[in-house]
């Protein structure tokens, strides 16, 4: 299993520019989450999704979209980028239960909006 | 989710227990004590979690205190690669989402 891959590991945008960012898992995982990671700082979570066609707000979900057609797949917009949006982005995933709700985390994808 | 409190760096000798402690002196009843540790530039890990009784796996000890205000994560033969910022976090199962601070940088040295 490859776990949680993150396309692309690192991207460059001017301000303005759009693009997606594609979270994969291969385990049936129900939950998937995006969070990002400024420098010295922890995660915080921009959106999440419970299950194929739904998703929620997180902590700092302003400026960003989702999407979670597939259960697999949660992809993460960014319409108008700003260089605050520059940042480390991590996905992750979970399947939910009471002893089982622990979440595995894809590599990151690196992003520079100048 | 009740907030937790780490200090912000530890060292330790190769080989040695490290032992990380964790205050969440606001805990719930139904409140669990999760544990996760980020390497450099990678996504965080899961390595613990537990509610009231102690509890141990291949990588880690987690050590709850009877009134549950307080844990310590004990890695009992610290290397190298366990370098890395590790997050205490409570919260109540069922709740879907993590909330991160800023964690303990662990630091192990030869």
């Known amino acids: 299993n490859a776990g949680v891959t993150q396309t692309p590991k690192f991207r460059v945008l001017k301000t303005g520019q759009s693009m997606t960012l594609l979270c994969a898992q291969d385990m049936n995982h129900e939950y998937m989450y995006w969070y990002r990671q400024d420098p010295g700082m922890g995660l915080r979570l921009i959106h999440y999704?419970?299950?194929?066609?739904?998703?929620a707000k997180g902590e700092v979900p302003d400026g960003y979209n989702v999407s979670r057609l597939k259960k697999q797949n949660f992809l993460l917009g960014l319409e108008s980028a700003a260089p605050s949006q520059t940042s480390v982005y991590f996905c992750?995933?979970?399947?939910?239960?009471?002893?089982?709700?622990?979440?595995?985390f894809g590599p990151g994808t690196r992003l520079l909006v100048l | 989710d009740a907030k937790t409190t780490q200090p912000t760096s530890m060292d330790c000798a190769e080989g040695r227990a490290a032992n990380l402690p964790c205050n969440h002196s606001t805990i719930s009843g139904n409140e669990y004590v999760y544990w996760y540790r980020q390497i450099h530039s990678q996504g965080p890990q899961y390595i613990i979690h537990?509610?009231?009784n102690n509890e141990t796996n291949e990588m880690a000890s987690l050590i709850i205190t009877e009134d549950r205000k307080s844990s310590t994560l004990i890695l009992p033969h610290a290397t190298l690669r366990d370098t890395a910022v590790y997050y205490c976090i409570v919260r109540v199962n069922g709740y879907s989402t993590l909330t991160f601070g800023k964690g303990t940088m662990l630091l192990v040295s030869p």
């Open positions: 992750a995933s979970s399947y939910p239960g009471q002893f089982q709700e622990t979440q595995y």
């Open positions: 999704s419970v299950g194929e066609g739904t998703t």
């Open positions: 537990g509610l009231k």
